[in-house]
Structures are given as structure tokens and as C-alpha cells.
């Protein structure tokens, strides 16, 4: 409005100065309409650059299927583990296998010396024959007295006294069959056998030393494949987990092939070295009890481990994939505004035109939030110019980069 005013007075300024000097050339006062035209395509110019709609930065309403994995510390453990004892004594005669080997179960390991055990069995046998022909004695003298007793040949009181013969020599045999197996099971005992199949340790006594059930541990076992990675989780990722499973629209969260939430996600782990796993695992099984030091429970995972890269003892990270993920509508957080009713975006419609939309948020993943409901996949949502724009005001947009699934 101001400029209009000043190009009217400058017109009724000079315009009748033009007119009545008509002995000056025309050529000497072109030059004020000129600069007059310049100044009115100026403001035309002007005009136009003003009327131009704002322009604004959209992002396309994505559809991810987000990486829901629990990530957590494993523990490496053998599925099963044995100590190896002596349950004799005796000196170790032959160690039969080599330190760090596979053996299987019911492989011989060490053999101790036998000859005491082999004489001690001998003596057992020994004292057997001898109770056992002192009771067949016992028995023909029971006989007799017996028959001679229906005739009076002899007391009641004699009867009665070769009877109770008869039964401690019996007694006497049994004791001595149970001896005889006490020491044949000792002789046995000289030959210690693998309980499990599996890798064998180094060995903590050599050929020579005296050993006893008292010596301890003489080398232990374990199972390397499977293997069983064992980790702890937080109350609240198993609550979570435990929302998922139904989501998931399972009909339990407590079956027999399923004892719990974890039975539908996949472990899968990182080794130390930071490569992955080449094997997925399975879930095997949650304990009953929440640690109340920790406030953790704990799960055990299986894995197969032909190569042996896991060993027992060893730390893992473990990742516990959903198998049941599927796939949400994002936006990025950059669209999202607040007001007292609630959260909103503004959405560019097909007319160009900004539109508000309230949304209904659900989980954040990094930078981007679900929207429940609200946005459909594809429309378009203002991230950045929001502050030049008004409901319903015509906008120019480019689009910005694509959401990408985290």
C-alpha cells in the first residue's frame, strides 16, 4: 500500500511538469516513465514472490517390521558335565585315553591295579565255600537228630540245639555271599569307564599315583553339541514378552511344546570374536522363580555346536528374535506434535493443502513412532516448515528421505 502511494504522488508530481514544458525534447523526459514501468514490474514482481505457497518437508508414512530382539549377556554351559572319581583305591596301572579327546560313553579310562582286589575276591570266595559246607554240615546233623528225636533216641533240647545250628551257618553263607560281592565289585571298580560321551579334560593324576574316593576329581567330561547357552532376563522383557506371545494370538502361553512367552523367539548369538553364530538356537526351557537378588529369571537355550566354537564357561551375546513380529505403521518423531487433546501431525493432503490429523502413538523404535491409528501407509506428514503453515493453507512439498526399519 505504501509503494501504490508513492508511485500516485510521484505521478501527480511530475506528470504536469511534462505537460507543460512541451519545448523540452521528448527524448530528455522518457526517462521518468521508464524508470516508473521498472518500479511497477518491481512491485509486481513482488507480489507474485509473496503469494508463492510455503514450502515444507514431508515424510512418507512407512510400513517396517521392526527388529523386536532382546539382547543380552549367555553363558555357555554343557548340557551335561561329569566329574570323574574312583570309587576304590589302588594305584592307576594304565591311563587309556589322550588328554582333550572325544570319548564315548562306556570308553575304559583308567585301569588301577587289580591284584589286591583280585586276592581280596579270592578270600571272599574262599570264606563262601567254607560257611557253605559248615551249613550243608549243620543240615545232615539237623537231619539225624531229627530222626532220631521221632524215637526217642534223643532231648527235644538236642533238636533244638542242632536247628539253631543250621540257621547261623545259613547266616554265616549269606554274609559271605554279600562279602564275596562287596569285593567282586571293587575288582570291578579297578576299571573306570566314561558315564557320558563327550570331550575329555586334562587329567589331574599320571600313571603311579594312589588314588582313593577321597582324592576327588580325576578328570571330568562334558557335552559339546548341543550346547546350552543360559541367560538371565529382566522382569519386565518377560512381561513384555509375555504381551507379544498374545498379541501374537496364541492360545497359551503355557503348552507342552511351549512352557513359556520365549518358547516363540529364536536365540541366535554373536561370538567374542563379533562374528555371528552360523547356528540358530532353540528355547529349551524357563525357570520357575524370579531371582530376587537380580530380579531376573533364567532361560536356557540349546544350540547345535558341531565345530566346537562354544565351550563351557564362555560368554555369548544373545539375541531373542520374535518370530511373531509384523509389520507397523512409523513416523518420524519429527512429525509429531501435542496440544491438550492429544498428539497430532499435520498431513499434506492430495490437494496440496495441511490437514490436522490426531494420531494414536504406539512404540518407539529409535526415531521413528508407531501410529496405531489415524495415518495410513503412503500419506504424507509435514517434518520440517512447521512453522510456516496453517490448517488449510496451500503448500509446496518435497519429500525427505525414506523411513528405513531400524
Excluded: C, W
Amino acid at each position: 500500500m505504501v509503494t501504490l502511494n508513492l508511485i500516485r504522488s510521484t505521478i501527480i508530481r511530475y506528470v504536469p511538469r511534462i505537460l507543460v514544458d512541451q519545448s523540452r525534447p521528448l527524448r530528455a523526459t522518457s526517462r521518468l516513465p521508464r524508470a516508473m514501468v521498472l518500479l511497477l514490474l518491481s512491485v509486481g514482481a513482488h507480489s507474485a514472490m509473496a503469494a508463492a505457497p510455503p514450502a515444507v518437508t514431508v515424510a512418507l508414512v512407512a510400513s517396517i517390521t521392526p527388529d523386536t530382539a532382546l539382547q543380552y549377556l549367555g553363558r555357555v554351559e554343557a548340557i551335561q558335565a561329569v566329574d570323574v572319581t574312583t570309587r576304590t583305591e589302588g594305584f592307576i596301572a594304565r591311563r587309556l585315553f589322550t588328554e582333550g579327546q572325544m570319548v564315548t560313553q562306556g570308553e575304559l579310562l583308567y585301569e588301577i591295579d587289580p591284584a589286591l582286589h583280585q586276592a581280596s575276591v579270592t578270600q571272599a570266595q574262599a570264606q563262601l565255600d567254607s560257611t557253605t559246607a559248615s551249613a550243608n554240615h549243620a543240615q545232615v546233623t539237623l537231619t539225624r537228630l531229627q530222626r532220631l528225636g521221632n524215637n526217642r533216641s534223643v532231648s527235644q533240647a538236642e533238636v533244638d540245639e542242632a536247628q539253631a545250628q543250621r540257621d547261623i551257618s545259613r547266616a554265616a553263607v549269606a554274609q559271605a555271599q554279600a562279602n564275596l560281592q562287596i569285593q567282586q565289585l571293587q575288582l570291578g571298580f579297578t576299571r573306570i569307564n566314561a558315564p557320558i560321551a563327550g570331550q575329555i579334560g586334562h587329567s589331574r593324576f599320571n600313571v603311579g599315583s594312589l588314588i582313593n574316593p577321597a582324592s576327588g576329581t580325576l578328570v571330568n567330561i562334558v557335552q559339546l553339541d548341543p550346547i546350552r547357552v543360559a541367560i538371565a532376563v529382566n522382569e519386565r522383557d518377560y512381561i513384555t514378552a509375555t504381551y507379544q506371545l498374545s498379541a501374537a494370538g496364541a492360545a497359551s502361553t503355557a503348552t507342552e511344546n511351549t512352557p513359556s512367552p520365549f518358547g516363540h523367539f529364536t536365540p541366535r548369538i554373536q561370538l567374542a570374536n563379533g562374528k555371528q553364530y552360523p547356528e540358530s538356537g532353540v528355547f529349551e526351557s524357563v525357570d520357575n522363580q524370579i531371582d530376587k537378588q537380580t530380579g531376573t529369571v533364567t532361560i536356557r537355550t540349546r544350540f547345535a555346536n558341531p565345530r566346537h566354537l562354544l565351550l563351557p564357561g564362555g560368554v555369548v551375546n544373545v539375541s531373542l528374535a520374535a518370530e511373531t513380529a509384523k509389520p507397523v505403521t512409523v513416523i518420524p518423531i519429527a512429525a509429531l506434535q501435542q496440544n491438550k487433546q492429544g498428539h497430532f501431525v499435520l498431513v499434506v493432503t492430495d490437494k496440496d493443502q495441511v490437514e490436522v490429523r490426531p494420531v494414536t502413538l504406539g512404540e518407539q523404535f529409535e526415531q521413528q513412532y508407531e501410529v496405531t491409528d489415524g495415518l495410513k501407509v503412503g500419506e504424507r506428514v509435514i517434518v520440517a516448515g512447521l512453522q510456516h503453515v496453517r490448517p488449510g493453507m496451500t503448500v509446496s512439498a518435497s519429500v525427505a528421505t525414506p523411513l528405513t526399519a531400524n
